[in-house]
Nanobody, 128 residues
Framework: QVQLVESGGALVQAGGFLRLSCAASGRTFSNYRMGWFRQAPGKEREFVAA????????YYGDSVKGRFTISRGNAKNTVYLQMNSLKPEDTAIYYC?????????????????????WGQGTQVTVSS
């Protein structure tokens, strides 16, 4: 079992920045693919970013490319999401997810179904 706890969500003005963190329990953090997803009111859950266990491979949703950066600190069992140039449309609850297994296909990183564990989410609100 892996428990995930997100933090760092806040109210920020458009153009601002935030860094989200997701702390994971367990001793084999580097074995997990990690992803960030978000869900805005009335919308489906959307892929934001993902990173491989070693940190050598990362993926981004089209709407955040060039603005968001995912990274991980395996020694700290933590994955981060640096969000710059925030826009009102980035407003959502952001969820951290962990998936077992190492895969090269992007599907295992960019789709919600292949992830095994989810955090409770952290609210990000961007005002215009």
């Amino acid at each position: 079992q892996v428990q995930l706890v997100e933090s760092g969500g806040a109210l920020v003005q458009a153009g601002g920045f935030l860094r989200l963190s997701c702390a994971a329990s367990g001793r084999t953090f580097s074995n997990y693919r990690m992803g960030w997803f978000r869900q805005a009111p009335g919308k489906e859950r959307e892929f934001v970013a993902a990173i491989s266990g070693s940190g050598g491979r990362s993926y981004y949703g089209d709407s955040v490319k060039g603005r968001f950066t995912i990274s991980r600190g395996n020694a700290k069992n933590t994955v981060y999401l640096q969000m710059n140039s925030l826009k009102p449309e980035d407003t959502a609850i952001y969820y951290c997810a962990a998936g077992t297994g190492s895969y090269s296909e992007g599907y295992y990183y960019t789709r919600a179904a292949p992830y095994d564990y989810w955090g409770q989410g952290t609210q990000v609100t961007v005002s215009s």
